[in-house]
């Protein structure tokens, strides 16, 4: 069985620009979460989909976004992106464990 | 907000001793994970404990949950070099994870040859 594949693996965007992620979840798996990681503030929930609805939502602004397809493939997009956006964008689905992809390693200049 | 914290922060130990991490947490959970992460990678999930559960193995992992003290702790035995990583707690809360995985800030854990 695949594991969670994450798209693109690196990316450089500029303050002001958006962008698009995207996360294929194990097949079979319905759930699909994403999660920031930064050296400051740790490993943070953003959001949850499962059957194409948002079930749960962490603690971001508006700014970031997310939806899921009927193939249970997710993307997030991030607007209007600030400096403080580099991180690194986990994409986990889920069972029991979670079974995360290697993430998106966002930089924004 | 973070949830749990992990102590210590960073380990480093000579292969094959055993390591112990320890992860406090503040609120009433469902279950608790542990993960590894190598380098900046994606998360590894290691072992599962309920919150009814006190202890769990898989392989050289030890885990024990305490709830009445809020804390956990992951043992690895007989350390080996791949065993370098990052190692993360994970609470899932009692309502049923409506905020998700809440992880520590985790222990960076070096084995020395």
């Known amino acids: 069985k695949a594991g969670v594949t994450q798209t693109p693996r690196y990316l450089i965007k500029t303050r002001g620009q958006q962008v698009t992620l995207s996360c294929s979840p194990i097949?079979?798996?319905?759930?699909v979460s994403w999660y920031q990681q930064t050296p400051g503030q740790g490993l943070q929930f953003l959001f949850e989909?499962?059957?194409?609805?948002?079930?749960n939502k962490g603690n971001f602004p508006g700014r970031f976004s997310g939806r899921q397809f009927s193939n249970s493939r997710s993307e997030m997009n991030v607007s209007t992106l600030e400096l403080g956006d580099s991180a690194l964008y986990l994409c986990?689905?889920?069972?029991?464990?979670?079974?995360f992809g290697s993430g998106t390693r966002l930089t924004v200049v | 907000s973070q949830q749990g914290e992990e102590d210590p922060q960073a380990l480093s130990i000579q292969e094959g001793e055993n390591a112990t991490m320890n992860c406090s947490y503040k609120?009433?959970?469902?279950?608790l994970q542990w993960y590894r992460q190598n380098s900046g990678r994606g998360l590894v999930h290691l072992i599962l404990?309920?919150?009814?559960?006190r202890e769990k193995h898989s392989g050289r992992l030890r885990v024990t949950l305490d709830t009445s003290k809020k804390s956990s702790s992951l043992l690895i035995t007989a350390s080996r070099a791949a065993d370098t990583a990052s190692y993360f707690c994970?609470?899932?809360?009692?309502?049923?994870?409506?905020?998700?995985?809440?992880f520590g800030k985790g222990t960076h854990l070096i084995i020395q040859p």
């Open positions: 986990a689905s889920s069972t029991t464990g979670s079974s």
């Open positions: 404990i309920r919150s009814n559960e």
């Open positions: 097949s079979g798996h319905r759930s």
């Open positions: 994970a609470t899932v809360g009692a309502g049923g994870g409506a905020d998700g995985l809440t």
């Open positions: 989909y499962f059957s194409e609805t948002q079930r």
């Open positions: 609120t009433s959970i469902n279950n």
